[in-house]
């Protein structure tokens, strides 16, 4: 089964537009941890936020803020204002404290920002 | 500050021959991780060690696969006899053991191989 679930799998958008990028996981572990990188056509994944289960806090930093629900398994990414740097494929993932050290990572979401 | 570094960047291969790429942690980062990422998809985990130790495989990691991490420094990962189904990006990636928690996993540019 799918620990991680990126439905969109691709989006477009003006630039100057806010898009949200969902993510659903799954998993039994009460101790986990969540993940959102961002793959640029060069390929490199980059790091972007990491979020623990025990910690439900939105965060935001500047135009990127990440919605963490427990209730609904989600931990979604809002990018407001799009820029044509944005255009990514962007990947959420899961680390489960208790089934070793690998991520799970989701199958993306490829973001285009139109100018 | 130097990150993760592999080579090389780019391989194309004929089918049957053996393949090796190299990788280059985060100096201080004791734990390294090797994906793989096919086209359309997410990085995919194929092993992890710690220090010099391969702690996990997945089953994925097919036997002409191998990793190496002699010294705790650098790794090695040999493709043996290699296929078509094995072009693909091979992604390394270094972090630091938490005393707490899940560290984050920082991640080098690829190797992207082609069989042919």
């Known amino acids: 089964a799918q620990k991680v679930t990126q439905a969109q799998t691709e989006i477009s958008v003006v630039e100057k537009e806010d898009v949200t990028l969902d993510c659903v996981y799954e998993?039994?572990?009460?101790?986990?941890?969540l993940f959102w990188y961002k793959q640029p056509p060069s390929g490199e994944l980059v790091f972007l936020i990491r979020?623990?289960?025990?910690?439900?806090q939105n965060e935001i930093s500047g135009r990127y803020s990440w919605n963490f629900q427990k209730s609904t398994s989600s931990f979604n990414f809002t990018i407001t204002a799009s820029q044509v740097v944005d255009s990514a494929v962007y990947f959420c993932?899961?680390?489960?404290?208790?089934?070793?050290?690998?991520?799970?990572f989701g199958t993306g979401t490829s973001l285009t920002v139109i100018p | 500050d130097t990150g993760v570094s592999q080579d090389p960047r780019h391989k194309i291969t004929k089918r049957g021959q053996n393949v090796t790429f190299r990788c280059d942690p985060i100096?201080?980062?004791?734990?390294l991780y090797w994906y793989r990422q096919t086209l359309g998809q997410g990085p995919e985990f194929l092993t992890y060690?710690?220090?010099?130790?391969?702690?996990?495989k997945s089953r994925l990691l097919s036997d002409r696969f191998s990793a190496e991490r002699p010294k705790g420094s650098f790794s090695t990962l040999e493709i043996q006899r290699t296929e078509q189904g094995d072009s693909a990006m091979y992604l390394c990636?270094?972090?630091?053991?938490?005393?707490?928690?899940?560290?984050?996993?920082?991640f080098g540019p690829g190797t992207r191989l082609l069989v042919l």
């Open positions: 100096s201080e980062h004791n734990r």
């Open positions: 998993t039994r572990d009460t101790t986990y941890y």
């Open positions: 990636a270094s972090s630091t053991a938490r005393s707490t928690g899940r560290e984050t996993q920082y």
């Open positions: 060690f710690q220090n010099e130790a391969q702690l996990e």
């Open positions: 993932a899961l680390s489960e404290a208790n089934t070793g050290n690998q991520f799970y």
């Open positions: 979020r623990n289960s025990f910690d439900e």
